[in-house]
T-cell receptor
Framework: GAVVSQHPSRVICKSGTSVKIECRSL??????MFWYRQFPKKSLMLMATSNEGSKATYEQGVEKDKFLINHASLTLSTLTVTSAHPEDSSFYIC????????FGQGTRLTVV | AQSVTQPDIHITVSEGASLELRCNYSYGATPYLFWYVQSPGQGLQLLLK??????LVQGIKGFEAEFKRSQSSFNLRKPSVHWSDAAEYFC????????????FGKGTRLHILP
């Protein structure tokens, strides 16, 4: 089946710094990718829809200047958490759409 | 816009017993429907999906789900659970196109009694 690779799987960063998470479709092209956030013991919340070559569409309540999304190629989308704070600590999961949506394995972000 | 409801936050069943996890969706047309499983600290694993056709869908690990349009439901079933089935289960609904966003339910935590 199609593979979506997310990197890094875990990251710890200091408060105030920025961290970039990559989502790659390894064996297919994805015009559309999605970014989700999951709080502990909670469901996945859709943050934004990433479209190759255009601006991302953010869900209501998600700060676009805080969570920068870039989808510069058909196989790569990145999520940058800018000026991270402890409340940004979470599990972030991407999904890339080929014949259907395929999910990455997630990135555990801890801001200290 | 689509939405999905999982009315049970926790379900406890004995090993070897049958299982049914409930899921109700809201969408104006025929949606794409999914069940995912997530073990603690892990990513998502797709159990099964419904796009069209036969309303009884077979998935991995012995799971099945039935799409019932009249009830707006997509309940997940397994005839005999194993201790390894203990996990969080998410029902999800997509729009009418494969590149529509997928919205997740709040999840049901499955506990297995020995």
């Amino acid at each position: 089946g199609a593979v979506v690779s997310q990197h890094p799987s875990r990251v710890i960063c200091k408060s105030g710094t920025s961290v970039k998470i990559e989502c790659r479709s390894l064996d297919f092209q994805a015009t559309t990718m999605f970014w989700y956030r999951q709080f502990p013991k909670k469901s996945l919340m859709l943050m934004a829809t990433s479209n190759e070559g255009s601006k991302a569409t953010y869900e209501q309540g998600v700060e676009k200047d805080k969570f920068l999304i870039n989808h510069a190629s058909l196989t790569l989308s990145t999520l940058t958490v800018t000026s991270a704070h402890p409340e940004d600590s979470s599990f972030y999961i991407c999904s890339a759409v080929g014949t259907e949506a395929f999910f990455g394995q997630g990135t555990r972000l801890t801001v200290v | 816009a689509q939405s999905v409801t999982q009315p049970d936050i926790h379900i406890t069943v004995s090993e070897g017993a049958s299982l049914e996890l409930r899921c109700n969706y809201s969408y104006g047309a025929t949606p794409y429907l999914f069940w995912y499983v997530q073990s603690p600290g892990q990513g998502l694993q797709l159990l099964l999906k419904y796009f069209s056709g036969d309303t009884l869908v077979q998935g991995i690990k012995g799971f099945e789900a039935e799409f019932k349009r009249s009830q707006s439901s997509f309940n997940l079933r397994k005839p005999s659970v194993h201790w390894s089935d203990a996990a969080e289960y998410f029902c999800a609904v997509g729009g009418g196109r494969r590149d529509d966003k997928i919205i997740f339910g709040k999840g049901t935590r499955l506990h297995i009694l020995p």
